[in-house]
């Protein structure tokens, strides 16, 4: 997608390709930022997830000083 060529037309390029094309970007534009939002999305629930699971690792062991030896 970095480079498109038009097909020439009378004044410069075909506006229907152009307008193709700026559909077709706009509708991926759309995809990603639906996809970026689902991973932040994921990514919140994992960080949430990881914090829980460490609260709860915490309190279940005990430091490595604190019994007989």
């Known amino acids: 997608m970095r480079t498109h060529a038009f ?3 009378r004044r410069g390029v075909d506006p229907d390709q152009v307008r193709e094309f700026q559909t077709r970007v706009a509708d991926e ?3 990603l930022h639906r996809q970026v939002r689902l991973l932040a999305q994921e990514n919140d629930r994992l960080k949430r997830a990881l914090r829980d699971w460490q609260a709860m690792h915490a309190r279940e062991c005990r430091p490595p000083n604190d019994g007989h030896w």
Request: a negative charge; charged letters at 35%; proline letters at 17%.
């Open 29 to 31: 534009l759309t995809e």
């Open 7 to 9: 097909d020439p037309h």
